[in-house]
């Protein structure tokens, strides 16, 4: 199999999570809960446009997350091809990592290092679990599976490896995911003519983004699922 056709299926994966991020993200929940000390009024007025934040906040980012998650995973596929270590590719892989460059500055030096860790073989699994496809005959995602792997194996790869946030759970309260909103810049119209009078606010989002994702990961992985029965179903006859 090609190494395209293995980003390409990965990409598909990743596109239809993010899609659904999109759709799970809550808004409202994320201003409220994210927003420390002054900027209650800024959250009032961006709650009165949700959608614009979404289009114009949580979409960009999420955006920018599908960016970081597929240059990591061309790193980690270069890890699957070589005959080295996973720590030879170790500061590349992290470099992309949203989870790990969003580490709370005030985490001690152990759990930081424990939670890079954490991470970083949750990675060397996903390239090991990759590493059998890029060697299949086959251009397609799926027929390559379908030829290196039998259906509980093509499972396992679909419920162990494509679950983005399963290293992170235990450490949520280590991690800020935050971004600047401008209500100016959000809001458009009246909102750039107050954005003189309405300070710009950290919103910092993590417990939302993690849900969202989690419930995102957990759809497609159903689908995949559902693709996967439908395709062993249709190979191995009546």
Same mark, same amino acid.
Not at 149 to 161: I, S, Y
């Given at each position: 199999?090609?190494?395209?056709?293995?980003?390409?299926?990965?990409?598909?994966?990743?596109?239809?999570?993010?899609?659904?991020?999109?759709?799970?993200?809550?808004?409202?929940?994320?201003?409220?809960?994210? &927003?420390?000390?002054?900027?209650?009024?800024?959250?009032?007025?961006?709650?009165?446009?949700?959608?614009?934040?979404?289009?114009?906040?949580?979409?960009?980012?999420?955006?920018?997350?599908?960016?970081? &998650?597929?240059?990591?995973?061309?790193?980690?596929?270069?890890?699957?091809?070589?005959?080295?270590?996973?720590?030879?590719?170790?500061?590349?892989?992290?470099?992309?990592?949203?989870?790990?460059?969003?580490?709370?500055?005030? &985490?001690?030096?152990?759990?930081?290092?424990?939670?890079?860790?954490?991470?970083?073989?949750?990675?060397?699994?996903?390239?090991?679990?990759?590493?059998?496809?890029?060697?299949?005959?086959?251009?397609?995602?799926?027929?390559?599976?379908?030829?290196?792997?039998?259906?509980?194996?093509?499972?396992?790869? &679909?419920?162990?490896?494509?679950?983005?946030?399963?290293?992170?759970?235990?450490?949520?309260?280590?991690?800020?995911?935050?971004?600047?909103?401008?209500?100016?810049?959000?809001?458009?119209?009246?909102?750039?003519?107050?954005?003189?009078?309405?300070?710009?606010?950290?919103?910092?989002?993590?417990?939302?983004?993690?849900?969202?994702?989690?419930?995102?990961?957990?759809?497609?992985?159903?689908?995949?699922?559902?693709?996967?029965?439908?395709?062993?179903?249709?190979?191995?006859?009546?």
């Amino acid at each position: 199999m090609t190494r395209a056709a293995v980003e390409a299926g990965f990409e598909r994966f990743v596109e239809d999570a993010m899609d659904a991020a999109l759709e799970h993200f809550n808004v409202a929940r994320a201003l409220r809960r994210g &927003v420390d000390g002054p900027g209650a009024s800024v959250v009032d007025r961006l709650l009165g446009d949700t959608r614009a934040v979404r289009r114009r906040v949580v979409e960009p980012r999420l955006q920018r997350y599908r960016r970081q &998650v597929l240059a990591q995973f061309d790193v980690i596929l270069e890890y699957a091809e070589s005959d080295e270590g996973i720590d030879a590719f170790r500061d590349e892989i992290l470099e992309h990592d949203i989870f790990a460059q969003s580490i709370r500055s005030d &985490v001690p030096r152990a759990r930081r290092q424990e939670i890079r860790d954490r991470l970083l073989e949750r990675h060397r699994a996903l390239g090991d679990a990759a590493a059998p496809l890029l060697d299949a005959p086959d251009d397609d995602f799926w027929a390559a599976a379908e030829a290196t792997l039998d259906r509980p194996e093509a499972k396992r790869l &679909v419920e162990e490896q494509f679950v983005l946030t399963r290293p992170v759970r235990e450490y949520t309260d280590d991690l800020a995911i935050s971004t600047t909103i401008d209500p100016g810049e959000v809001l458009g119209g009246l909102g750039r003519v107050l954005g003189g009078r309405l300070p710009s606010i950290e919103v910092t989002y993590t417990e939302e983004a993690i849900r969202a994702l989690r419930r995102a990961e957990r759809e497609v992985v159903a689908d995949a699922i559902d693709e996967i029965d439908r395709r062993f179903e249709a190979s191995e006859g009546p």
